[in-house]
């Protein structure tokens, strides 16, 4: 009886200790990955609203990316600074555009976008410049233009 009680003792860890340890590494594993989502969206909301570093949604993202990066504390002296820097009337904007730049860029190092430049950050299209402006001028049509060919061609003769 003793081989038996073994036996069914190892069968009932085995039954339970298996799918805990499975559902463990799922629940870890699904948290780094929200982890990340999170803090890809983060920057990705700081990077297209970059350029009005007055509007509301710039302030926005970059407090997103203070709650998201909240334990990093080199980001959050970089984002203190750069809130003092926006709020420091003396500063210029070429300044502060470089300041966010290199957050920007560190955020991204952090995050595991390793062949990211400044350059990079700093030449992409900034959200609202992205389109060019459409030419709202008239436009010849087909029939607009057959018709001054017309023209021509009778003024030649």
């Known amino acids: 009886m003793n081989g038996w009680d073994n036996n069914f003792i190892g069968i009932l860890i085995q039954g339970l200790v298996g ?3 499975a559902g463990l590494v ?3 594993v699904g948290k780094r990955d929200f982890e990340k989502r999170t803090k890809n ?3 990705r909301d700081l990077m297209t609203f970059r350029g009005d570093y007055a509007s509301s949604e710039f ?3 970059l407090n997103k990316v203070s709650i998201t990066f909240h334990k990093d504390k080199e980001t959050r002296k970089q984002i203190s ?3 003092e820097q926006i709020n420091d ?3 210029s904007p070429a300044n502060i555009k470089r300041k966010i730049v290199g957050l ?3 955020l991204c190092q952090k995050n595991g976008f390793k062949g990211i430049t400044e350059y990079d950050i700093d030449q992409a299209f900034i959200e609202g410049t992205q389109a060019p402006i459409a030419d709202t001028s008239p436009q010849p049509t087909s029939k607009t233009t057959k018709t001054k060919k017309r023209v021509s061609k009778k003024k030649k003769r």
């Open 41 to 43: 969206e983060a920057i």
């Open 89 to 91: 009337p003396n500063q």
């Open 26 to 28: 799922i629940w870890f």
């Open 81 to 83: 600074n750069l809130y």
């Open 59 to 61: 302030r926005r993202s």
């Open 19 to 21: 799918p805990l340890v």
């Open 104 to 106: 920007i860029y560190n």
